[in-house]
């Protein structure tokens, strides 16, 4: 049933499915990122504007971040009873990271997927989708599906999109310095400034952290970094015992491989985040090899360098493993 669409066909295709829904549902992953949630009130807005209604829809978690972006007035929390007519799934293409949502997508007349994961043999079912990996992010791809609606916009809507957009590539190109950085993303940078998007204030406001516990806990992490491979492999790791005496939720650590991912020297990075006793949550960033195909081996994915998964056991047994599936790993063609 998955047809993958063309972006060009798949922009012909979209409105008119979308006009004939008789309820709209956008969602993204589990743990909401900057690119598939700003990319959801982006579309949330835009069809408010054809005079469609949508609900967004994601699971219970800290949205502070995005208090920006007005976030708590658009967004509905799981619940196990809603059902719609149209679900349209945003930055990820399989069940598992939809978790207590798959029954949304499972009971829709019509899901349509768009997103720029690699796609393994996790497909879901759905009726449309374009996934293209080479997308810079999903806000990029809401862009090109809707220049023409966005550009149409009454101005103070537009700005909205603009600041929605441009969050999704300060989320997803790490304000424009991650390996996926190409030239969609300064044309959509520009059309945001265009929109009046101030870049600096949105990069202030979602990407500085700002309290002093997030901060002191940073610094206990940072002191965690081992090396390998003469500096060309480190590890850091996070444990609940942090959290709990920074009274922080496990949302406080999801962008701390942003600090050492330019570090001189090290090209492979692994971040342990403890989520339960022996379970921990993998980030992995690589500017030489494919940590995607790592990910994939303990049930993850992502990106070709920017990939995740959950791995059991003990600390110290999961950093030999993982550094032996570093020496193995494929090395990527620049
Ligand atoms: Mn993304």
Known sequence: MTKQMKAKDFNARLLPVFKAAKSICLTTHVNPDGDGLAACLAVKRILQNLGLQADIVVDEFDLDRYGFLN??????????????????????????????????????HTVIVIDHHEIQDDMMDCDFCWVDPSAVCTGWMIYSLFQKEIEA????????????????????????????????????????????????????????????????????VLSTIELYDKGKILFMDSSLAMLEENLLSK????????????????????????????????????????????????GGGGHLQASGCMMTGSLDDLKQKLLQEIHRADKLVH
């Open 71 to 108: 976030v708590l007035d658009n967004v509905v929390l799981d619940c196990a009873s809603l059902q719609y007519d149209l679900v349209v799934i945003i930055d990820l293409h399989d069940y598992d990271r939809l978790v207590q949502r798959v029954h949304l997508a499972k009971s829709a």
């Open 251 to 298: 949302e406080a650590t999801s962008n701390f491989t942003r600090w050492v991912q330019d570090l001189k020297g090290v090209d492979t990075i692994g971040y342990f985040r403890e989520e339960s006793m022996h379970n921990y949550r993998l980030s992995l960033r690589s500017k030489t090899i494919n940590v995607h195909s790592i990910a994939v081996k303990y």
């Open 153 to 220: 916009l009454p101005e103070a809507d537009r700005e909205y999109v603009g600041t929605c957009l441009y969050t999704t590539l300060l989320n997803d190109t790490n304000n424009f310095t991650n390996a996926n950085t190409n030239e969609d993303a300064f044309v959509l940078a520009a059309a945001a400034c265009r929109y009046g998007v101030k870049p600096g204030q949105i990069q202030r406001m979602f990407m500085v952290v700002r309290t002093s516990g997030e901060m002191r806990l940073l610094g206990q």
